[in-house]
């Protein structure tokens, strides 16, 4: 079998919540070997669910930071390790001696990423923040308003997924440039410079036209487009939550779109007759379309305009997604793990897939602790009783 | 300076705005991407906005901002000859990225087989909208159909009510980012046997992936996820009104000191009942909470609310239009902006620049983005050697 991507990279794993574990699934995924420091408490984080998703391929080792003599130990771990990651604010690391200016004297190629919400830097770099509290900052939860106007935005943390993937990719930029050139180094990312990133044309605007930026409703962000918008489609079963956004940018998809509908006495009304008519008068065009998927269940609507060549989709749930999509289910997007306590779950796959290297999910979660011996005894060379003893000493959670 | 990371990495971008920022990110690391445009330029030209709401190819800024860093090649490859000049950049080039319709590449007799052949060292990056394979594949798709089949739409905005459209292209977004991590795996694949591979993304995938809760939710409680309004799914962070604004609450700090310096402003006693101490109770009775805790900003302003929290540890925050990033001070005290010069038209524009500062390999935008062709007679002639004549005949029959 061909080697993995990442064989022989050894991550030590600090972060926490959402955004690190995203990015150190990652690298999971890409055969790094990860190692997930943990607390144990008397709560037993599931093989399932998020947890498990999140931290699948991961080894964990419980080892209590706050501990005399921990750090050494950590150290130790440092040694045989290629990247250690965290998601503290900017201050933690520096207090454990787990930065890169203490890291750097015992591994000097180490590189350590690590993910602030703000950064090192900067006036606001000890601020506390979360994936919600980032995208408000931003500007998304405000520029996101309903048809009312209402703040919305993301209902979960859209930050700490894009602060997750664009972390792994600042890793695998840090490893790229230390196989070439044998250094290490230290990466500042900031999550809100991440998600600041995510509307660039937006900022461009701003500084460039200095135009204030509204909230853009189902207005098209990538061009002239009408109809563009979500209809509201005829219920399934007590379901009356479902929608169909339909997309329609050239002369050829509106006339698809027509004759997909039948061909309408009001479709060939003349306020409708080009795209700039169809913008102007969307508001009667929507209605108009509104009406045909009522009549419509979202997935049959779908396929009769895909069947034609329009651009739609249906607005998935978690139930379409994970459970009725026929295409994330053909490619193999949510593969099973079997746990060890028996049975099994699906997770999330991984977005790619490479031609001649299987990446993507191999393994369950761990429990907290569970590869004490394995790093401690294979990899450190410690005896077993010398684990005890830094079980003894409460450095090592039993 | 240190080398950037991809220094000496020779990019083939033939994507559109579906995948225009996978090479971008490239480029800002040192990779020589070469945008390659069919004649009249990349459709991400014809999108606004625009620079002084003048619409034109050249002054498109949402081209602008996914094309930094890149060199522009018009080549017609529906034609034989551009064909055959593709092949000779393709010989020598390490990465192609494209996100045209599966099966396109093929047909243009530029597939993965034949690529494959020619250079067996390079690697093919496709971006699809659902990937290139499976019964979806040949799917029409926009930013705001993958958002809506990635899961994404749904759970933003209010229960019962029309889901609210992602702000910012984050289907796109998060297929290219997805995309340079399937890349980078792709190089140390290389290193380890010499062999391109194919990097096969399907950008509905990304999509979900980056929904944090929902196969979680689905697979670990078979719940499924609905529309909170402005409120975090596990109910931690709400958005409140205050006096001048909006500020989001967070019920996800330390339950004490939020409660005293409610308490303190003469509020909020009804939370000093036993029972509130609990967090499963405060979750489970969110609505009351909240209500209690709105009660109290109501009258505050945003900016004293949420700096007074951050001097207790609280996660409170401002919810702020997106116009203050203009000005925000965190962003220009670590150099966020890069300002890039566009001697054409006499001015310097800043650009939304690093969103990670790397110790030792620099993240810096240097050149602005290519006027269509810009770049073609330095590539062909001088780097390909091809004659003046050449490309003169190739001009006269529209393949440049």
Not at chain 1, 314 to 327: E, K, V
Not at chain 2, 24 to 40: N, Q, S, T
Not at chain 2, 215 to 225: Q, V
Not at chain 2, 328 to 355: I, K, M, N, S
Request: with cysteine.
């Amino acid at each position: 079998m061909a080697q993995l991507p990442l064989a022989g990279i050894r991550v030590l794993d600090f972060t926490w919540v959402l955004a690190g574990p995203v990015a150190t699934r990652i690298l999971a995924a890409l055969g790094a070997e990860v190692i997930k420091v943990e607390r144990k408490s008397g709560y037993i984080a599931p093989r399932t669910g998020v947890h498990g998703d999140l931290n699948r391929d991961k080894l964990s080792i419980a080892l209590n930071m706050s501990a005399p003599g921990a750090i050494e130990v950590a150290h130790r771990v440092v040694k045989i390790s290629d990247l250690v990651i965290d998601n503290f604010s900017a201050r933690v690391m520096r207090q454990w001696r787990m930065d890169y200016e203490s890291l750097v004297k015992i591994k000097p190629d180490i590189i350590c990423l690590s993910m602030s919400g703000f950064g090192h830097t900067g006036p606001r770099a000890d601020y506390v923040s979360f994936g919600p509290t980032l995208q408000a900052f931003t500007g998304f939860t405000l520029n996101m308003a309903d048809e009312k106007g209402r703040p919305a935005g993301f209902s979960y943390s859209y930050s700490d997924s894009a602060a997750g993937y664009t972390g792994a990719m600042a890793a695998l930029f840090a490893l790229w440039h230390r196989r070439r050139t044998g250094r290490g180094q230290f990466i500042d990312f900031a999550q809100f410079e991440g998600l600041v990133s995510l509307v660039g044309p937006s900022m461009l605007d701003m500084t460039a036209n200095a135009r204030p930026q509204r909230p853009q409703g189902w207005r098209s962000q990538e061009g002239p487009a009408a109809p563009h918008g979500a209809y509201r489609c005829r219920p399934r079963g007590d379901d009356d939550d479902r929608w169909l956004v339909i997309a329609a940018r050239t002369h050829e998809e509106w006339t698809r779109l027509v004759r997909a509908l039948g061909s309408p006495a009001w479709a060939s009304q003349p306020q409708f007759a080009t795209l700039y008519m169809r913008m102007r008068n969307r508001g009667e065009l929507d209605a108009h379309i509104g009406r045909w998927t009522a009549g419509q269940q979202a997935e049959a609507a779908m396929s009769t305009l895909q069947s034609a060549g329009v651009p739609a989709g249906l607005i998935a749930n978690a139930q379409d997604c994970c459970a009725l999509d026929p295409q994330l289910a053909e490619r193999g997007f949510w593969p099973a793990l079997s746990l060890p306590e028996g049975g099994e779950t699906k997770v999330c796959g991984i977005p790619f897939k490479l031609s001649g290297t299987p990446v993507g999910v191999r393994r369950h979660s761990s429990i907290a602790g569970e590869s004490n011996d394995y790093v401690f005894g294979d990899l450190l060379g410690l005896s077993r009783g010398e684990r005890d003893d830094l079980i003894e000493k409460k450095i090592l959670w039993p | 300076m240190e080398q950037s990371v991809f220094a000496g990495l020779r990019v083939l971008d033939l994507t559109d705005q579906k995948g225009s920022l996978c090479g971008r990110i490239l480029a800002d690391m040192g990779a020589d991407v070469i945008k390659v445009e069919p004649p009249g330029g990349d459709s991400a030209r014809r999108i606004g906005p625009f620079l002084d709401d003048a619409p034109h190819p050249d002054r498109s800024l949402f081209f602008w901002f996914y094309n930094l860093n890149k060199r522009s090649l018009t080549l017609d490859l529906t034609s034989s000859k551009g064909i055959e000049v593709f092949d000779r950049l393709a010989r020598s080039a390490d990465l192609v990225i494209e996100s045209s319709a599966p099966g396109r590449l093929r047909e243009l007799g530029l597939g993965w087989d034949h690529l494959h052949e020619i250079n067996p060292a390079l690697i093919l990056c496709s971006i699809a909208p659902f990937g290139q394979t499976g019964p979806r594949r040949n799917y029409q798709a926009d930013d705001s159909v993958l958002a809506a089949l990635g899961g994404m739409t749904y759970v933003c905005g209010y229960p019962g009510e029309t889901p609210v459209r992602p702000l910012g292209l984050q289907a796109y977004h998060s297929g290219c980012y997805y995309a340079v991590i399937g890349i980078v795996a792709a190089l140390f694949a290389r290193d380890h046997d010499g062999a391109g591979q194919w990097v096969d993304l399907s950008i509905q995938e990304a999509t979900v992936s980056a929904v944090e809760h929902l196969p979680g939710r689905y697979f670990g409680e078979n719940d499924i996820p609905r529309r909170y309004g402005a409120m975090h799914w596990f109910r931690g962070f709400r958005v409140a009104k205050c006096r001048d604004g909006y500020v989001m609450h967070s019920i996800s700090g330390d339950w004490n000191t939020l409660l005293e310096w409610a308490r303190s402003d003469g509020q909020a006693e009804e939370l000093a009942q036993p029972q509130w101490n609990e967090d499963g109770y405060r979750r489970a009775n969110w609505e009351r909470l909240y209500a209690i805790l709105d009660e109290w900003v109501k009258d505050k302003n945003r900016d004293e609310m949420a700096t007074r929290a951050q001097t207790l540890r609280l996660p409170y925050a401002a919810v702020r239009p997106l116009d203050e990033l203009a000005t925000d001070e965190q962003l220009a005290a670590r150099g966020y902006f890069a300002e890039v010069e566009h001697p054409e038209l006499g001015r310097t524009f800043r650009y939304p620049g690093a969103p990670i500062l790397f110790g030792a390999t620099p993240w810096r935008a240097y050149r602005r983005p290519p006027l269509i062709g810009e770049h073609t007679v330095e590539i062909l002639g001088r780097e390909l050697g091809m004659e003046a004549e050449e490309l003169a005949v190739m001009s006269a029959e529209g393949v440049i």
